[in-house]
Structures are given as C-alpha cells and as structure tokens.
C-alpha cells in the first residue's frame, strides 16, 4: 500500500521499530472508523508483522535497516487491503457485514490517520523505549494467554512441549512460561512460513 523512512540512533530498538507501526494501524483504522461515524472493525496483531480481522489476514508490516554513521536509516513497507476481497477479506468487506450500505474507508484516510498516530507513538518509541507501549500493544494483539508448542531437541530429537505466551521479552522475542514454571524466551526456527509453527526456546535466566 504504500512505503516510508525513518531514522534512530539506537541499534537495540530496530527489532521493535515493526511493534510500533502495527500498533499505529491498528489504532489508526479504529479512530478512522469512529471519525466517520462508522463500526469499529477489530484489526489486530498477530506476532510479529501481521494485521489480522476476524481470523484472517488483512495486512502486513516490513521493516528493513541501512546504517550510516551514528544513525539508522529504516524503510518501512506497510500492506494492508482495503478493498480486495477474495480469496480472504478485506476492511471495507468486513464494514459492509458489520453494516449494510456503510461509506467505504478511502486509501487517502487511511494513510492520513496512520501517520497521525505513528508520530505520536514513535515519539513516546524514541524517548521511552517500548516499555511505554506494551500494554497498548498487548491490548491490540491476538496472543496474551495463548498456549503453543514448542519444539527442544532432547538427545537427538525432537520434543514438542506447551508453553503459555505471556507478552514480550526486551529483545522483542514472545515471553512464555511452561508447565514447569519456568520461563522462556521464544524464536521462530527460521524454516516455518507460519512463525507459530515449529517455535524453539530458550530458558531465561532468573
């Protein structure tokens, strides 16, 4: 849909840069729609770049870095239909269910609404950290609670064992706690289309 840059200093933000601009169109469509009078359509986040509504995906977040002397050049590209219905759904499809003859969101607002509220949260991102967001975050995305599987080697092979999510860790990885207590830190195995599928761990220290 469309693309745009940004610059930060601090190299230990970059993971997080893409949880911030999720966070901006999830609550750039909700303020968008309550703006025009219209239904609040429930987009929210599915760790760690996409847009989700009513269990199928809408959009999707791309975050990429170059880094020049003292500062971090990042280009964000942002997917997100809006009017292509088929094969899954798409925001305005999902208004037209919601209530019948409703005006449709227009690319334009979109974008206008988007930016609005990335440069509120990149400010409070920048001078805060992400700290400062997680429970908006968490109030927007799919996974709080969410029991997974997850994969260990054990002398040669493979076990599968479940883990609750329970948000996020400092390095922006998902923060789960097992059946033993203990807590973990967890990464896509780098194979999976799907992030979910084929998560490992990663105890974390106490």
């Known amino acids: 849909m469309f693309s745009f840059t940004s610059q930060m200093n601090d190299a230990r933000k970059l993971p997080l840069m893409q949880y911030v601009v999720c966070l901006a169109m999830t609550e750039a469509i909700k303020d968008l729609c309550c ?10 986040i599915k760790w760690p770049n996409d847009l989700y509504l009513k269990g199928l995906k809408v959009g999707g977040i791309l975050c990429t870095s170059s880094y020049e002397p003292k500062v971090y050049n990042i280009c964000t590209g942002i997917g997100l239909n809006v009017d292509n219905e088929k094969p ?22 979109i974008l206008a609404s988007f930016f609005n509220k990335f440069e509120v949260l990149f400010d409070i991102f920048s001078n805060q950290g992400f700290q400062a967001l997680e429970e908006q975050y968490y109030n927007s995305w799919l996974h709080s609670g969410q029991r997974v599987v997850v994969q260990d080697a054990h002398e040669g092979q493979s076990v599968n064992s479940v883990v609750t999510i329970k948000g996020l860790t400092p390095s922006g990885y998902l923060y789960a706690v097992g059946e033993d207590g203990k807590s973990y ?15 490992v761990r990663r105890k974390i220290d106490a």
């Open 88 to 109: 899954t759904t798409c925001l305005n499809a999902a208004l037209q269910e919601l209530k019948a003859n409703s005006p449709r969101l227009k690319r334009e607002d």
């Open 35 to 44: 703006a025009k009078g219209l239904p609040e359509l429930d987009v929210r």
């Open 185 to 199: 830190e967890l990464h896509p195995d780098g194979n999976s289309f799907d992030f979910f599928t084929g998560l």
